[in-house]
């Protein structure tokens, strides 16, 4: 069975665009959450969906927003980006809403310059 | 809100030897769960062992069990018998068992595991 798919792997962004970011999950799960991961702010959890709804939110500017498919598969955009975008951005997929076993991908690390 | 803590940003053991992560958390929530995911330098989380917060006995998986003390909000981590492939980074996370909080989790700052040959 095939884990938790996020491309790219890497991306470089200059600080004012746009930047999606996508993420497969394992096959059958419905529920995706996104985290960001920086140096300074640790781990972040920026949002879940779970059938093709956005089901909770974290604490970022709209800036941040997200989707999720009839697939499962989410996609996550960031507008107008900031130096302090950069980081490592993890995508977890679980069977179902509230399900404690989170799977995550390897993550895409996104340099703002 | 919860939070966790993770009070030893890095962390050395010699092979083959035993060592310990320690974490605690704030919450006024008596059902949640908590856990211990290592990410390597692959950057991948992998969950290592979780716990039930209405459990008594403390999770073990293998060479991995904690010691969970509810009342202090205490959940450590020990690794017996220590391989080279236990060095990473070890994240402690808490989710709650229901609500909004359920649909998320909330990380320390990782302990930095490094196993000397």
């Known amino acids: 069975k095939a884990g938790v798919t996020q491309t790219p792997r890497y991306l470089i962004k200059t600080r004012g665009q746009q930047v999606t970011l996508s993420c497969s999950p394992i096959?059958?799960?419905?529920?995706v959450s996104w985290y960001q991961q920086t140096p300074g702010q640790g781990l972040q959890f920026l949002f879940e969906?779970?059938?093709?709804?956005?089901?909770n939110k974290g604490n970022f500017p709209g800036r941040f927003s997200g989707r999720q498919f009839s697939n499962s598969r989410s996609e996550m955009n960031v507008s107008t980006l900031e130096l302090g975008d950069s980081a490592l951005y993890l995508c977890?997929?679980?069977?179902?809403?509230?399900?404690?076993?989170?799977?995550f991908g390897q993550g895409t690390r996104l340099t703002v310059v | 809100a919860q939070t966790v803590t993770q009070s030893q940003p890095e962390m050395s053991v010699q092979e083959a030897e035993t060592v310990t992560l320690s974490c605690t958390y704030d919450?006024?929530?008596?059902?949640?769960?908590l856990f211990w995911y290592k990410q390597p330098p692959s950057r991948q989380m992998i969950l290592v062992i979780r716990?039930?917060?209405?459990k008594q006995q403390n999770a073990t998986e293998n060479r991995f069990s904690v010691n969970f003390q509810k009342a202090a909000k205490s959940f450590s981590l020990k690794i017996s018998d220590s391989q080279l492939g236990d060095a990473a980074m070890y994240f402690c996370?808490?989710?709650?068992?229901w609500g909004q909080g359920a649909q998320k989790l909330v990380f320390g700052q990782g302990t930095r595991l490094t196993i000397n040959p």
């Open positions: 977890a997929s679980s069977l179902a809403l509230m399900n404690t076993e989170a799977f």
């Open positions: 096959s059958g799960h419905r529920s």
């Open positions: 969906y779970f059938s093709e709804t956005q089901r």
């Open positions: 919450t006024s929530e008596s059902d949640y769960y």
């Open positions: 716990q039930e917060a209405y």
């Open positions: 996370a808490y989710r709650s068992a």
